[in-house]
């Protein structure tokens, strides 16, 4: 099940960043990728349809930009945990994503996809997980379904999502952006 032209040119990623480093990193990968804008920023000032939690695999939502949506959306924790066990026997591996509803209208949905298999994780200097993790996202955004059936890209428009693994995991932000730029071109190439 592939998109057709007009469903990837509707579907839009916005990366957000509030630290320079990375707000540099995204707006270089947005220029040359249709469909990808950078936003310097909070994820939360971005009319997005879902937010990404590069969370942990156990979908504790206590650090970073976790935290701050764990506090903003205040099922969101619980709604990504009890997916994590009921869809995953209670660990979501890194490469894997799921979605969910955030409780409020406005982002509706929240797209878990950890970079880390523990809460607070250090990941090495050449890891592969922000790649993973966008890889995840993309691939349930143009694939998924939701409970009843309908695509997920369908009721998910466009995606926020921030720097992946760059805060508690410590990834390099231009590491980070690569992946990203490598897992939307992998996703997108093959639909075109």
């Excluded at 999502?161 to 410590?170: A, D, E, N, S, W």
């Amino acid at each position: 099940m592939g998109t057709t032209s007009a469903d990837q040119q509707a579907l839009h990623l916005v990366l957000c960043a509030v630290e320079p480093g990375l707000a540099d990193a995204w707006q270089q990968i947005a220029a040359t990728r249709p469909g990808i804008s950078a936003h310097v920023g909070s994820v939360l000032e971005v009319g997005a349809d879902a937010v990404v939690s590069p969370a942990n695999s156990y979908g504790w939502m206590r650090g970073g930009i976790d935290a701050l949506y764990a506090r903003t959306f205040p099922a969101a924790e619980e709604n990504v945990r009890s997916a994590v066990l009921a869809y995953h026997g209670g660990e979501l591996p890194v490469g894997e994503a799921l979605l969910v509803p955030t409780g409020v209208n406005s982002p509706r949905w929240l797209l878990s996809a950890p970079t880390m298999r523990e809460p607070g994780e250090r990941l090495a200097g050449d890891t592969v997980h922000p790649y993973l993790a966008a890889r995840a996202v993309l691939r349930l955004w143009v694939e998924g379904t939701l409970e009843h059936g309908a695509p997920v890209r369908r009721a998910v428009r466009t995606i926020a999502m921030p720097g992946l693994g760059t805060g508690v995991g410590g990834v390099d932000p231009a590491t980070c952006a690569r992946q990203v730029a490598a897992a939307w071109d992998e996703v997108f190439a093959l639909r075109r």
